[in-house]
């Protein structure tokens, strides 16, 4: 069998894939991200690619049309909306996720032939803070690490990244590196414990943004150790005196750590040489992550530990093509090809290439600020291409009700139903990851392409093509006369041999003669080159700056807010939700929360819990953890209102920005917490696809169908038509047991032998096996054992899925473990977990030390 290479469409690691259109997905052994490796998300790609919930059509309110009166449309209303209010009245909101040649495309389309900046990215949400401290340290967006240096470096420290879920590939290969060198350490800062702290030596649970007071005490220490590197910095650094003197102003106590931590971080990195100082959405996502991030380059500047092997900052990209994306100068502040805005001879050489009648002039809005132009009606014409902003963006609510007034809004997508599509009129079906050609830009600046493997389905078209199209009727059909994506790229590389007289760090000319049919996955500017070997930077004078950082007082009322991911979903679920593989782990909306703070509100194991802000209000499962600092919650970003009653937690986030970035707080806000108390609770599992309407629900994929948690406030009149109407099953016979002294009901729906639906009511949480009750879907158990609430007697309950790629649950692990399974490798030889994809390792590690805490959906 011929295998497509092509690329992951997940992660910013950007791992080689070898894939086949029957599913069969493998790690590409040449790829030099991951050497064959791939984490469970990457693993479970081939269930993501079947055409269950995709949009095959173009579609005008709600309606199927065909693509020329779509597009006919949408060139209409934009060229309308620009005639009648002028340029600045359209904006497009883009994404890290479409590839390069989509993204150039929009781009251009944008600053140069419609006249505004008014194209923004879900990378405002991701890389933005990153992006204004590489600017201020270094006058370019330079990524200077590579994965090698991870491997080479004697000190990694992780900062606000938890690499192991979110990363998993690049974890696996610290962990394999740090296992060949044994003295290898590893610094985990992030105020929660996670699955990434388990290969930390010392993790610093910091206090939610001391990331600055923290890296300025780092500052000040090797300052006193006279560790600055004083050649270095007197040729290279502008900035050192006055960084020092605002980091000897800033009060270590503001970290929250105590003296013996920050004692044992200063001395250990001030005494390793190969530092690299790892960081991601803990450090981006917050109202000073530009300072954190300057604060952490300080530190590498002061110290010449950056353009070396084994040493250096390294801004971990989150999406496949975040990279990409700053290349072609997605963002409102950026131009093209790292050229910058507001320079008026870069704008002229723009425009001059692309032989444009027009050129942006003033940077655009940037994401909270466009969709507060939606709210302000100033926006007549919004289009959002391969992101969810109804979901993603902080007040979710505020979000999709300023999108709503949009009087013309049009989304491409993948899928038909998203909460940001429920608000569109026009959707526009792309073609998605398989289907699709292109290039995408990983971590370390390599480039690799993604190559289509799969037919189009139903007339969906690439991006690129759709933009093209757009573009086209609205009269500038020649500058975007492409016929394939090889046309756009050579463009883009043109582009960027046209303006290589500017400085800049971007240099494409290694991708001059490439055969795109053929590309190798390759490293820009060159395979060889590491950036800033030399002590050169982007800075008029050649040097890099230090930033002088302050701390701001931060206020903590009862309980804040943190925010982040899943190891086995992606965002907003789309893709990763349509897998039966990976729906069982962490089935629910939860929010993590100190044993203490459970008591202080009285929440039992399993509580339901209202969270709410002046924004909105979530509710969520409690997971009772010291992983949680008391006072913070943490909850993660996936669910949506397609799946859940109030798990979109965004509903709750503020529109708080970074002053340089733009980027929103989404890691750190004030809430207020208290336990719902519903007259029941319920779980259901069905075979067919469940859409509840109970006050409380949240549905997951299942292997046997779908499952779907639930609670409400009102007690039914007659609780089998209830589960009927919950389950949409009116046909089947039903078997029922109830205990009206404990308040308990059960469930049975039988149709020709076999269960269609089990359903669980009870005035307390539902304590059954959810693996179990799945399970027995579809199977001829009678229907009393399935009643009984865990599988037939010779199969013992398996618990929740711990290990997706083999669906091994914690009770058989723990079983393995107690017959004498007492390595993660033991555990694998003994149940397989762990053993394809290793993105588990981590929860078999903390599995073995402890009898770990209830996950959420147990
Ligand atoms: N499984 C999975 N992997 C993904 C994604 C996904 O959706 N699912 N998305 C991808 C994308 S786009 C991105 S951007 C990356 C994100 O990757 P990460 O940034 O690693 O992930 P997050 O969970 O958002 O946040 C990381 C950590 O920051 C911590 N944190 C919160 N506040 C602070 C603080 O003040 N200081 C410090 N030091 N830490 C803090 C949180 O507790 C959290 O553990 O993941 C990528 N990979
Ligand atoms: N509270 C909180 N909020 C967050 C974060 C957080 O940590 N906490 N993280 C933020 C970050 S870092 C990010 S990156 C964002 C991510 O947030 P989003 O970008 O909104 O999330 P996705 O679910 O990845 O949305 C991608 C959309 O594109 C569609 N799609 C997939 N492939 C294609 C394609 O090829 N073409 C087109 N046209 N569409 C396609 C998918 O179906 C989906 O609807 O969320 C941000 N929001
Ligand atoms: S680490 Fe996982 S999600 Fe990220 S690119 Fe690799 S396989 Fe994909
Ligand atoms: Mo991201």
């Given at each position: 069998m011929t295998l497509t290479r092509t690329t992951c469409p997940y992660c910013g690691v950007g791992c080689g894939v070898l894939a086949d259109a029957d599913g069969t997905i493998k790690g590409d052994p040449d790829h030099p991200a991951n050497f064959g490796r791939l984490c469970s998300k990457g693993a479970a790609l081939g269930e993501t690619i079947d055409l269950e919930g995709r949009l095959l059509h173009p579609q005008i309110n709600g309606k199927q049309a065909d693509w020329d009166t779509a597009l006919d449309l949408v060139a209409a209303k934009f060229k309308a909306a620009i005639a009648e209010h002028g340029p600045d009245s359209v904006a497009f909101y883009a994404s890290g996720q479409l590839l390069t040649e989509d993204y150039y495309v929009a781009n251009k389309l944008m600053k140069g032939f419609i006249g505004t900046a008014n194209i923004d990215t879900n990378s405002r949400l991701c890389m933005a803070s990153s992006v204004a401290g590489h600017k201020r340290a270094f006058g370019t967006d330079t990524v200077p690490g590579t994965y090698e240096d991870l491997e080479l470096a004697d000190l990694i420290v992780l900062v606000g990244s938890n690499l192991a879920w979110c990363h998993p590939v690049l974890y696996q290969r610290i962990a394999a590196a740090k296992e060949t060198r044994p003295n290898m350490r590893v610094v985990n800062i992030d105020p929660r414990r996670t699955a990434t702290t388990?290969?930390?030596?010392?993790?610093?649970?910091?206090?939610?943004?001391?990331?600055v007071a923290l890296f300025n005490g780092l500052l000040a220490h090797l300052a006193d150790a006279q560790k600055f590197d004083e050649e270095f910095t007197?040729?290279?650094?502008?900035?050192?005196?006055?960084?020092?003197?605002?980091?000897?102003?800033?009060?270590?106590?503001?970290?929250?750590?105590?003296?013996?931590?920050?004692?044992?971080?200063?001395?250990?990195?001030?005494s390793t040489k190969k530092v690299v100082t790892v960081y991601s959405q803990g450090v981006n996502q917050s109202a000073c992550g530009t300072d954190k991030v300057n604060a952490i380059?300080?530190?590498?500047?002061?110290?010449?530990?950056?353009?070396?092997?084994?040493?250096?900052?390294?801004?971990?990209?989150?999406?496949?093509?975040?990279?990409?994306?700053?290349?072609?100068?997605?963002?409102?502040?950026?131009?093209?090809?790292?050229?910058?805005?507001?320079?008026?001879?870069?704008?002229?050489?723009?425009?001059?290439?692309?032989?444009?009648?027009?050129?942006?002039?003033?940077?655009?809005?940037?994401?909270?600020?466009?969709?507060?132009?939606?709210?302000?009606?100033?926006?007549?014409?919004l289009w959002v291409m391969s992101t969810n902003p109804a979901v993603?963006?902080?007040?979710?609510?505020?979000?999709?009700?300023?999108?709503?007034?949009?009087?013309?809004?049009?989304?491409?997508?993948i899928m038909e139903k998203t909460d940001t599509n429920d608000l569109a009129h026009v959707l526009l079906p792309a073609t998605g990851w398989g289907e699709k050609d292109g290039t995408v830009t990983n971590s370390e600046r390599r480039m690799s392409r993604q190559r289509a493997f799969l037919p189009a389905p139903g007339v969906a078209k690439p991006d690129w093509q759709i933009i093209s199209d757009v573009a086209t009727r609205m009269g500038f059909g020649a500058a975007f006369a492409y016929q394939n994506p090889a046309d756009v790229f050579a463009e883009y590389i043109a582009l960027d041999a046209a303006v290589a007289?500017?400085?800049?760090?971007?240099?494409?000319?290694?991708?001059?003669?490439?055969?795109?049919?053929?590309?190798?996955?390759?490293?820009?500017?060159?395979?060889?080159?590491?950036?800033?070997?030399?002590?050169?930077?982007?800075?008029?004078?050649?040097?890099?700056?230090?930033?002088?950082?302050?701390?701001?007082?931060?206020?903590?009322?009862?309980?804040?807010?943190?925010?982040?991911?899943?190891?086995?979903?992606?965002?907003?679920?789309?893709?990763?939700?349509?897998?039966?593989?990976?729906?069982p782990h962490l089935a629910e909306p939860y929010v993590e929360m100190h044993p203490e703070d459970a008591a202080?509100?009285?929440?039992?194991?399993?509580?339901?819990?209202?969270?709410?802000?002046?924004?909105?209000?979530?509710?969520l499962r409690t997971l009772i953890t010291p992983r949680v600092a008391k006072g913070q919650l943490f909850a993660p970003m996936h669910w949506t209102r397609q799946r859940s009653s109030h798990g979109t937690i965004n509903s709750i986030t503020a529109p708080v920005t970074d002053p340089f970035s733009g980027q929103p707080a989404l890691k750190f806000?004030?809430?207020?917490?208290?336990?719902?108390?519903?007259?029941?609770?319920?779980?259901?599992?069905?075979?067919?696809?469940?859409?509840?309407?109970?006050?409380?629900?949240?549905?997951?994929r299942t292997q046997t169908g779908w499952q779907a948690e639930l609670a409400s406030g009102r007690i039914p009149a007659d609780w089998e038509t209830e589960a009927r109407t919950l389950s949409g099953q009116g046909e089947g016979d039903v078997s029922m047991q109830s205990d009206p002294t404990t308040g308990t009901v059960r469930m049975a729906i039988v149709e020709n032998g076999l269960i269609t639906a089990l359903f669980f009511g009870s005035s307390n949480p539902v304590i059954v096996s959810r693996t179990a009750i799945n399970d027995l879907i579809g199977s001829a158990t009678a229907p009393l054992t399935a009643l009984a609430g865990r599988s037939a007697s010779d199969q013992p309950d398996a618990g929740a899925t711990v290990c997706a790629c083999f669906h091994v649950g914690r009770n058989t692990l723990l079983a393995a473990a107690a017959n004498g399974a007492r390595t993660v490798t033991a555990l694998g030889e003994a149940t397989c977990a762990g053993t394809n994809c290793?993105?588990?390792k981590p929860e078999l590690t903390a599995l073995l030390a402890e009898a770990s805490l209830p996950m959420a959906a147990e």
């Open positions: 388990d290969l930390a030596d010392l993790h610093l649970q910091v206090t939610p943004d001391g990331d007197q040729c290279h650094v502008n900035g050192l005196g006055e960084a020092v003197e605002a980091a000897r102003a800033s009060d270590p106590a503001d970290t929250g750590l105590s003296g013996q931590d920050l004692t044992a971080f200063f001395t250990l990195w001030a380059l300080n530190c590498h500047l002061a110290t010449g530990r950056i353009g070396k092997p084994g040493m250096g900052p390294f801004s971990v990209t989150g999406q496949p093509n975040a990279m990409g994306g700053r290349e072609v100068g997605g963002l409102a502040n950026m131009l093209a090809n790292h050229l910058e805005l507001d320079n008026a001879d870069h704008r002229q050489a723009v425009q001059t290439f692309w032989d444009s009648p027009a050129i942006c002039t003033r940077p655009g809005l940037k994401a909270v600020d466009l969709f507060q132009a939606c709210a302000d009606g100033k926006i007549k014409a993603s963006l902080p007040d979710a609510d505020g979000v999709a009700a300023a999108i709503a007034k949009v009087p013309f809004v049009v989304t491409s997508d007289h500017f400085p800049r760090d971007l240099d494409l000319s290694i991708f001059a003669d490439a055969d795109y049919a053929k590309l190798i996955p390759t490293q820009w500017p060159r395979n060889d080159k590491r950036f800033f070997a030399d002590g050169k930077f982007y800075h008029p004078d050649g040097k890099a700056r230090m930033i002088a950082v302050q701390t701001h007082a931060l206020s903590h009322p009862r309980f804040t807010l943190n925010t982040g991911r899943n190891r086995d979903q992606w965002h907003t679920m789309t893709r990763t939700g349509k897998s039966a593989r990976l729906g202080y509100l009285g929440a039992s194991p399993g509580a339901l819990i209202h969270v709410e802000s002046i924004y909105g209000r979530a509710t806000g004030a809430v207020t917490a208290e336990v719902y108390k519903p007259k029941w609770y319920g779980f259901l599992a069905s075979n067919t696809e469940l859409t509840p309407q109970t006050p409380y629900a949240a549905i997951a290793g993105s588990c």
